[in-house]
């Protein structure tokens, strides 16, 4: 049977899936596409993740399309009204009928001769089991995200197999955990810590952040005053892009003073910090990072919920080095000891490329170690692929939308003038590879080395920034002498 070709294959139904489904079906509507989805559901991040309290940690002004306004109350929205919104777009614009879930792609190879993608995949029937079927594409558009979603970072830790409580990893939730009147430690203290803790400490017991170090934490209002009131006077599309301007300039304007202004920046977190702990509580040994602002994401907890819950002594933070797991909870190495029926493991995740798909070019496997990122979205010397990935830090959508949008850009300009092919190829010696994100947080340096490089100048240089991406995705040269057209 032969495959089942199309002009573009999209990789993953999630955020960015949909969102890539949009763009081609509007702006390159001649192209037949299919999105091939490895899960049973629409939705991706916002699908697999269940555990209490799951949310964005980006306001939804900035995190939802640029062509669907976000018209709920919460600015900070929930896992679940997330969830809802992806499926909503997909419905409305007829992308539900093009998916086919189930459909785990594990292999794609190009061939230039044929200038075509043979897309393997691994499609799970009802019954569980699997056949390996194939397709054929034009354009491969991965949107399968940036971490692995089989499993989430979990270090040896000594002595776990002693536990005799339950241990959770977020990433697989178990939805029969009764932790109501539990005594909880959550290890870490990363965006799915401090969202944890305080969703368990409304029914647990006492739940405990056990953390290495400190990160910057900072309160938002769940509502947006502005946005509401301007939605009760406004269209709701105007009322959307105006609020979304306003915060896309305010987080490059914080992001920026953050970068030239550290001290000061960490001076105005704290200040906060400590206003809504007061004055006895020790905010130097639990909520001031050695290391400046941004140098790693920053944490959001909307309306101040995880401080309440420390004043409220529902919940505690401990900041100390794990010396071994006991059969009561976890011995610290100053010696002492803290107790726990659950604990959870709020490790972090577990850095891929493209999904982890194998990709082969002419014979050839892809080592993507080795290659450079082309204006965040395309591999030096790798055909006809692009990948939607959001910004570190900004609004994961904000960057998908502006990729989305150069695709359907390329695409058009490669019909155009007749051209079956397009790579990004380097052949400027002055252009030196570098790392492709500058982090110094746990997930990143894991992964670092397998991960893309960036260039020393554009087109090959991430400049993490709005505005100039608009400049240059929306509104600059297609043929820009280093994509090469046959």
């Not at 879930?101 to 569980?128: I, K, M």
């Not at 939805?175 to 005594?183: H, I, N, P, T, W």
């Not at 960057?399 to 019909?415: A, G, H, I, Q």
């Amino acid at each position: 049977m032969p495959a089942e070709h199309f002009d573009v294959l999209i990789v993953g139904a999630g955020l960015s899936g949909i969102g890539a489904a949009y763009h081609l079906t509007h702006k390159c509507p001649a192209k037949r596409f299919a999105i091939l989805e490895g899960r049973e559901a629409i939705g991706g991040t916002w699908d697999l993740f269940r555990y209490p309290g799951v949310r964005s940690d980006s306001d939804m002004f900035t995190l939802g399309y640029s062509f669907k306004p976000w018209t709920e109350p919460k600015a900070i929205a929930d896992g679940p009204q997330i969830l809802n919104y992806v499926r909503q777009t997909a419905i409305e614009n007829g992308i539900d009928t093009k998916i086919r879930f189930n459909h785990r792609v594990r292999r794609a190879e190009w061939s230039s001769a044929e200038a075509c993608w043979t897309v393997e995949a691994e499609r799970r029937a009802g019954d569980g089991t699997t056949e390996t079927v194939h397709f054929t594409c034009n354009f491969l558009f991965m949107c399968a995200g940036y971490y692995k979603y089989e499993a989430g970072y979990l270090p040896e830790f000594k002595g776990a197999a002693d536990f005799q409580g339950r241990l959770v990893h977020p990433q697989q939730w178990p939805q029969d955990l009764d932790y109501a009147g539990k005594r909880v430690i959550v290890i870490g203290s990363g965006a799915t810590a401090v969202t944890l803790v305080p969703s368990m400490a409304k029914t647990a017991a006492h739940v405990t952040m056990l953390q290495r170090s400190p990160t910057y934490v900072v309160s938002r209002p769940a509502q947006d005053a502005l946005a509401n009131r301007l939605r009760r006077h406004l269209p709701a599309s105007l009322a959307y892009q105006l609020i979304r301007w306003r915060n896309v300039l305010f987080s490059m304007y914080f992001f920026q003073l953050s970068r030239r202004k550290p001290q000061q920046v960490k001076e105005l977190i704290l200040r906060g910090v400590r206003a809504a702990l007061g004055p006895g509580y020790d905010v130097a040994t639990h909520f001031t990072p050695r290391y400046n602002p941004w140098d790693q994401r920053l944490c959001l907890v909307p309306d101040g919920d995880l401080f309440r819950a420390i004043r409220e002594k529902r919940a505690s933070v401990a900041t100390a080095e794990i010396d071994t797991f006991t059969e009561k909870g976890i011995r610290l190495k100053d010696g002492s000891e803290l107790e726990a029926d659950i604990i959870v493991t709020a490790t972090g995740l577990v850095l891929q490329v493209l999904g982890g798909t194998e990709v082969v070019v002419d014979g050839r496997k892809v080592d993507f170690a080795n290659t450079l990122n082309y204006k965040g979205m395309m591999y030096s010397d790798v055909p006809n692929l692009a990948a939607a990935l959001g910004y570190t830090n900004a609004s994961w959508t904000l960057k998908c939308d502006l990729t989305c949008d150069y695709v359907c850009r390329l695409l058009n300009y490669m019909d155009r003038h007749g051209y079956k092919q397009c790579r990004p190829h380097n052949d400027d010696p002055t252009v030196a590879p570098q790392p492709s994100l500058n982090f110094t947080s746990g997930y990143v340096q894991r992964s670092i080395a397998q991960l893309p490089k960036q260039g020393s100048k554009r087109p090959w240089r991430l400049y993490q920034n709005y505005a100039l991406d608009i400049v240059s995705l929306r509104f600059g040269k297609v043929d820009d002498g280093v994509m090469r057209y046959s």
